[in-house]
T-cell receptor, first 114, second 114 residues
Framework: AQSVTQPDIHITVSEGASLELRCNYS??????LFWYVQSPGQGLQLLLKYFSGDTLVQGIKGFEAEFKRSQSSFNLRKPSVHWSDAAEYFCAGALGDSSYKLIFGSGTRLLVRP | NAGVTQTPKFRVLKTGQSMTLLCAQDMNHEYMYWYRQDPGMGLRLIHYSVGEGTTAKGEVPDGYNVSRLKKQNFLLGLESAAPSQTSVYFC?????????????FGDGTRLSIL
């Protein structure tokens, strides 16, 4: 079955530390992949997307993500976390014949220690 | 830039009452979506529409109906609200074509069913 998995429910990092949020997908071909961020009480904002070409994609707010076909992963990274990055992060994929629909992971809540 | 606007932002209903959630987008997008967000479950697709006058079921359509009479509006109806429908509802829209086009989200409607 097609799916997107975020194995970490919560992650806590110290301000200034590096961050990596994991995302794995299950699909036979290369999907279209997205990372969204949701601040409390807000909607989802697009951070970045991958659909072809360079496997390292740059997004807004200093985030980047690397697509690894061999690992079926699309992990989100940031070299230095700011307190304002505390939010919930969702990985999503548009897979195959139903690519007009998104399949979301269950989300990872990021907590930032001062 | 209005983008995707959802009304109302908050609502409390009693079991058995009906209501309609309105989503309006000003980006001339063909595709529109309704999701519900519950803790630990990410976003789940309720219904979607690929054009004016068309609708289709998503992952969790039971208990909901939708209409897309105008391209810019997508309505979600609850005919007889149940406590299990307590959730945060998000509307999204995007341009047509392959799955590389990102979805744009509203700020959500927080609905409580007592």
């Amino acid at each position: 079955a097609q799916s997107v998995t975020q194995p970490d429910i919560h992650i806590t990092v110290s301000e200034g530390a590096s961050l990596e949020l994991r995302c794995n997908y299950s699909y036979g071909a290369t999907p279209y992949l997205f990372w969204y961020v949701q601040s409390p009480g807000q909607g989802l904002q697009l951070l970045l997307k991958y659909f072809s070409g360079d496997t390292l994609v740059q997004g807004i707010k200093g985030f980047e993500a690397e697509f690894k076909r061999s690992q079926s992963s699309f992990n989100l990274r940031k070299p230095s976390v700011h307190w304002s990055d505390a939010a919930e992060y969702f990985c999503a994929g548009a897979l195959g014949d139903s690519s007009y629909k998104l399949i979301f992971g269950s989300g990872t809540r990021l907590l930032v220690r001062p | 830039n209005a983008g995707v606007t959802q009304t109302p932002k908050f609502r409390v209903l009693k079991t058995g009452q009906s209501m309609t959630l309105l989503c309006a987008q000003d980006m001339n997008h063909e595709y529109m979506y309704w999701y519900r967000q519950d803790p630990g479950m990410g976003l789940r697709l309720i219904h979607y529409s690929v054009g004016e006058g068309t609708t289709a079921k998503g992952e969790v359509p039971d208990g909901y109906n939708v209409s897309r009479l105008k391209k810019q509006n997508f309505l979600l109806g609850l005919e007889s609200a149940a406590p299990s429908q307590t959730s945060v509802y998000f509307c999204a829209s995007r341009t047509p074509g392959q799955g590389a086009q990102p979805q744009h989200f509203g700020d959500g409607t927080r609905l409580s069913i007592l």
